[in-house]
Every structure is written in C-alpha cells, then in structure tokens.
C-alpha cells in the first residue's frame, strides 16, 4: 500500500501533464499559457472536479456557459475547444464524443481597412525604427516576432526577399517583396 501511495504522490498534476505535453508538441509558450489558462477555468466551472471523471456533456455545459452567460467571442470560445479537446486527446487519453455546443456569434460588419493614405499618415508619425519596423510589417507580411528576430542577413536585396529563420512553427520560409 505504500508502494501504491508513493507513486501516486510521485505522479505529475494534470496541469503540469498538459504542458509537458504541449511542450513536447513544441506549441508555442502563449498557446501553452492560454490552454492551461482555459483547462483550470474548465476544472473551476465543474467545482474542482477532475476532468477523467468528466466527459462530453460537461465539456459542452462549459462552452454552453462561455457563449450564453459570459457572451465570449467565437474565436474565444473555439480557443477554450480546441484546449479541452487537446487535454482529452493527448494527455487524458481520451476521445470526447460529438459536442453540440451553443456557438457564439461571428461578428456580422466588415473589418475596417485603412486606405494607403491613412497608413501613411500613421507611418509618417512613428519614431524611425517602430516605422522601420511597422512598414517591414504592412508591406511584407511579416509576423511582429518574426520582424523582432529579423538579421541584416536574412535580407537579400539582389533577390528581393526576406528570409524567416523559426517563424511560426519552428518552420523557415521566404517572402518576396518587389519595392526591396
């Protein structure tokens, strides 16, 4: 009995079992931090009940609270999903059943796009790097930390183009960009 008490004191909590797992799928650290965010809210809605006991009724009783009673966003709602189903997945080692939540809306309006020359004008304002940076970003494409991390190097100006070394996803990729 106290073999059994030994390892079960030795075993990892859930939310230390979710980023280990998450960390070993090299999601990035915000999407660790918002899943475990996601997941203890999850666990607090149910009264501290753990989530092996729980299954696909509670899961949607969750996502029914998040869009009914709190108003979230869609995309905030498909965040909270996407890591419950991640925690059942992957490291509960459990398939949750088909959800059939109440869906919070999508916005309905078009976004609002500035014109060239309202973009100008915001540019026009920034100090000397931020516009470096902020045109680097509205006319190439680049991400705000892939435009942090960006070397004298990763710019080839004969060829036109931008070298992204671990963008997102750990991945490389190359942007064109015909005004270098």
Request: charged letters at 25%; glycine letters at 4%; proline letters at 3%.
């Amino acid at each position: 009995m106290e073999d059994f008490i030994k390892v079960y004191n030795n075993k990892p909590k859930l939310l230390d079992q979710l980023r280990k797992t998450l960390r070993l799928k090299h999601y990035s650290l915000k999407t660790e931090k918002s899943y475990v965010n996601w997941v203890r809210r999850f666990i607090l809605f149910h009264n501290k009940q753990h989530p092996q006991e729980m299954g696909t009724a509670d899961v949607q009783a969750f996502l029914n609270f998040l869009a009914v009673e709190l108003h979230v966003s869609a995309s905030t709602q498909n965040q909270a999903l996407n890591a419950l189903v991640f925690l059942y997945k992957h490291v509960l080692k459990k398939e949750l059943g088909v959800i059939d939540a109440i869906r919070a809306r999508r916005p309905k309006h078009l976004p609002v796009v500035l014109t060239r020359e309202e973009v100008q004008k915001v540019l026009f304002l920034l100090p000397e790097t931020q516009r470096l940076m902020a045109s680097l970003l509205y006319g190439s494409g680049l991400r705000l930390m892939e435009c942090h991390r960006l070397r004298v190097k990763d710019i080839d100006f004969s060829m036109k183009q931008i070298i992204v070394r671990d963008g997102k996803g750990f991945k490389d990729r190359v942007l064109y960009c015909l005004s270098l």
